[in-house]
């Protein structure tokens, strides 16, 4: 377990959050502010900070991106499966 933010989490929480994150700015296009409000109060400096870790790849965001799709295509494989 670590503590981030001041929040006692595992490691896939974590790396969740980072990722959660860095969509929001990407593919949102929300401010480091906006992002930090929406995502339990982080200051707009953390999301910055997880930002560039996440840009010098300093977290494995790719393979918990990549599980995430996995995941969600099995699941739509298996409701296709049911729905026939």
Partial sequence: MATIFG???DDASIL???????LASRLAGMTGR?????????????VSIIRRNVRQRKYD???AVQTLLTKIRNDEARS???NI
């Fill in 16 to 22: 969740a959050k980072f990722v959660a994150v860095e």
């Fill in 7 to 9: 929040i006692l989490e």
């Fill in 34 to 46: 906006a992002v930090g409000a929406h995502y339990a109060a982080i200051r707009s400096a953390a």
């Fill in 80 to 82: 296709a499966k049911l």
């Fill in 61 to 63: 965001v790719a393979q």
